[in-house]
Nanobody, 112 residues
Framework: QVQLVESGGGLVQPGGSLRLSCAAS????????MGWYRQAPGKERGMVAR???????NYADSVKGRFTISRDNAKNTVYLQMSSLKPEDTAVYYC??????WGQGTQVTVST
Protein backbone atom coordinates (compact mmCIF):
# COMPACT_ATOMS: atom_id res chain seq x y z
CA GLN A 1 0.00 0.00 0.00
CA VAL A 2 1.05 3.62 -0.45
CA GLN A 3 2.99 5.06 2.47
CA LEU A 4 4.44 8.53 2.95
CA VAL A 5 6.50 9.03 6.09
CA GLU A 6 7.66 12.53 6.97
CA SER A 7 10.51 13.32 9.31
CA GLY A 8 12.73 16.23 10.29
CA GLY A 9 10.30 18.55 11.99
CA GLY A 10 10.97 20.18 15.33
CA LEU A 11 11.50 23.40 17.23
CA VAL A 12 13.84 25.97 15.73
CA GLN A 13 14.62 29.61 16.47
CA PRO A 14 13.74 32.35 13.99
CA GLY A 15 16.39 32.52 11.29
CA GLY A 16 17.23 28.85 11.68
CA SER A 17 17.01 25.96 9.27
CA LEU A 18 15.40 22.54 9.07
CA ARG A 19 15.28 19.82 6.45
CA LEU A 20 12.14 17.75 6.08
CA SER A 21 12.19 14.35 4.43
CA CYS A 22 9.35 12.26 3.05
CA ALA A 23 10.07 8.61 2.34
CA ALA A 24 7.60 7.11 -0.12
CA SER A 25 6.69 3.50 -0.90
CA UNK A 26 3.96 1.53 -2.60
CA UNK A 27 3.95 3.34 -5.93
CA UNK A 28 6.29 4.26 -8.78
CA UNK A 29 7.77 7.33 -7.10
CA UNK A 30 9.66 8.66 -10.11
CA UNK A 31 6.47 8.85 -12.18
CA UNK A 32 4.58 11.27 -9.94
CA UNK A 33 4.75 14.83 -8.77
CA MET A 34 5.42 15.33 -5.07
CA GLY A 35 4.53 18.25 -2.89
CA TRP A 36 4.83 19.78 0.53
CA TYR A 37 1.84 21.46 2.12
CA ARG A 38 1.34 23.06 5.51
CA GLN A 39 -1.50 23.83 7.86
CA ALA A 40 -1.29 26.28 10.72
CA PRO A 41 -3.87 26.31 13.54
CA GLY A 42 -7.12 27.83 12.35
CA LYS A 43 -5.98 28.03 8.75
CA GLU A 44 -6.54 25.95 5.65
CA ARG A 45 -3.90 23.61 4.30
CA GLY A 46 -1.91 25.26 1.53
CA MET A 47 0.80 24.36 -0.94
CA VAL A 48 4.36 25.17 0.06
CA ALA A 49 6.34 23.61 -2.77
CA ARG A 50 5.79 21.09 -5.51
CA UNK A 51 8.12 19.20 -7.83
CA UNK A 52 6.91 17.38 -10.92
CA UNK A 53 8.13 14.01 -12.12
CA UNK A 54 10.28 15.88 -14.61
CA UNK A 55 11.71 18.25 -12.03
CA UNK A 56 9.61 21.36 -12.60
CA UNK A 57 9.23 23.26 -9.33
CA ASN A 58 6.68 25.67 -7.92
CA TYR A 59 6.81 27.55 -4.62
CA ALA A 60 4.33 29.53 -2.62
CA ASP A 61 5.26 33.21 -2.75
CA SER A 62 5.73 33.25 1.02
CA VAL A 63 8.63 30.76 0.87
CA LYS A 64 10.39 31.70 -2.38
CA GLY A 65 14.09 32.23 -1.80
CA ARG A 66 14.00 30.53 1.59
CA PHE A 67 12.78 26.98 0.92
CA THR A 68 14.09 24.43 -1.57
CA ILE A 69 12.30 21.27 -2.65
CA SER A 70 14.22 18.37 -4.15
CA ARG A 71 13.71 14.71 -4.87
CA ASP A 72 15.93 11.63 -4.96
CA ASN A 73 14.25 9.04 -7.15
CA ALA A 74 16.83 6.42 -6.19
CA LYS A 75 15.78 6.75 -2.56
CA ASN A 76 12.07 7.41 -3.21
CA THR A 77 12.39 10.51 -1.06
CA VAL A 78 11.40 14.14 -1.40
CA TYR A 79 13.02 16.84 0.71
CA LEU A 80 12.18 20.35 1.83
CA GLN A 81 15.14 22.44 2.91
CA MET A 82 13.87 25.37 4.94
CA SER A 83 16.10 28.32 5.76
CA SER A 84 15.60 31.76 7.30
CA LEU A 85 12.62 30.37 9.14
CA LYS A 86 10.04 32.77 10.53
CA PRO A 87 7.43 32.33 13.27
CA GLU A 88 4.75 32.41 10.57
CA ASP A 89 6.25 29.22 9.11
CA THR A 90 4.98 27.36 12.17
CA ALA A 91 2.61 24.64 10.99
CA VAL A 92 2.15 20.95 10.46
CA TYR A 93 3.91 20.08 7.22
CA TYR A 94 2.47 17.34 5.03
CA CYS A 95 3.97 15.42 2.14
CA UNK A 96 1.64 14.72 -0.75
CA UNK A 97 2.06 12.35 -3.64
CA UNK A 98 0.58 13.20 -7.01
CA UNK A 99 -1.18 9.86 -6.86
CA UNK A 100 -3.46 11.42 -4.23
CA UNK A 101 -2.03 10.30 -0.90
CA TRP A 102 -0.90 12.26 2.15
CA GLY A 103 1.61 11.64 4.89
CA GLN A 104 0.78 11.94 8.56
CA GLY A 105 2.44 15.32 8.93
CA THR A 106 5.36 16.66 10.94
CA GLN A 107 5.23 19.67 13.24
CA VAL A 108 7.51 22.62 12.59
CA THR A 109 7.61 25.28 15.29
CA VAL A 110 9.60 28.48 14.85
CA SER A 111 9.92 30.27 18.15
CA THR A 112 12.33 31.71 20.66
Amino acid sequence: QVQLVESGGGLVQPGGSLRLSCAASGFTFRSYAMGWYRQAPGKERGMVARISAGGLINYADSVKGRFTISRDNAKNTVYLQMSSLKPEDTAVYYCQAGIGYWGQGTQVTVST
